[in-house]
Nanobody, 117 residues
Framework: QVQLVESGGDLVQAGGSLRLSCAAS????????MGWYRQAPGKQREMVAS???????NYADSVKVRFTISRNSAKNTVYLQMNSLRPEDTAVYYC???????????WGQGTQVTVSS
C-alpha cells in the first residue's frame, strides 16, 4: 500500500505563490510516476502536472509557465510550485502516484488552495 500526504494549501491573493508538497510512504517503486490533479466545485477533476521517474514533466495548458512540478526521489516527495496564481486556480489539489504497468493508482486526501481576487 501507499500513503500520500499533501501539504501547503492556503488562502492567497491573486498574483501570489504557493508550494505544495506530497510525501509518499509505503511500497514505492522507482518507476512510479507522480502528479498533481485539482478539482474545483462543480467541475471534474483535472490533471495539473505530472512527472515520470525519469523526470519528464507534463502540464495542463492552463498552468504552463506558471507552475513547476519537481520530485525528490530520495525523499519520495513531489512538489508543485505555483506562481502568478489566479482565482480560477482555486480548487482542492490532489497528489497522485501511478504506475500502469504495475496497476498502481493511489490518491492523497487533497489540500485546499484558494486564490482571492
Amino acid at each position: 500500500q501507499v500513503q500520500l500526504v499533501e501539504s501547503g494549501g492556503d488562502l492567497v491573493q491573486a498574483g501570489g505563490s504557493l508550494r505544495l508538497s506530497c510525501a509518499a510512504s509505503g511500497r514505492i517503486f522507482s518507476s512510479d510516476a507522480m502528479g498533481w490533479y485539482r478539482q474545483a466545485p462543480g467541475k471534474q477533476r483535472e490533471m495539473v502536472a505530472s512527472i515520470t521517474s525519469g523526470g519528464i514533466t507534463n502540464y495542463a495548458d492552463s498552468v504552463k509557465v506558471r507552475f513547476t512540478i519537481s520530485r525528490n526521489s530520495a525523499k519520495n516527495t513531489v512538489y508543485l510550485q505555483m506562481n502568478s496564481l489566479r482565482p480560477e486556480d482555486t480548487a482542492v489539489y490532489y497528489c497522485n502516484l501511478r504506475n500502469p504497468a504495475l496497476e498502481r493508482d493511489y490518491w492523497g486526501q487533497g489540500t485546499q488552495v484558494t486564490v482571492s481576487s
